[in-house]
């Protein structure tokens, strides 16, 4: 199972992050270039091979994907 959320940053905005595979081994985070979003580790959140040896962790940068934009310039 696919596991997401939204977590909120100091300024408010809301971040989409994603995860899979067994939170006990190593970690790997996938962050995606400009204009991209969590989708495009969709052919690695459903590998069997890369769940046996990590725990997939991606996120939405800011005004990507499922995450907001910051409301000010700050």
Partial sequence: DIHAAYATSKD???L?????????????VC???FGGSTFIFSKQFASP???D???LIAYDLRGNGRSA??????
């Fill in 53 to 55: 040896a990590v725990y």
């Fill in 31 to 33: 962050s995606h270039g």
């Fill in 16 to 28: 989409y992050a994603i995860a899979r595979g067994n939170p006990n081994n190593p970690s790997l």
């Fill in 49 to 51: 091979r890369m769940l």
């Fill in 12 to 14: 408010g905005t809301r």
């Fill in 69 to 74: 934009k910051p409301e000010t310039d700050e």
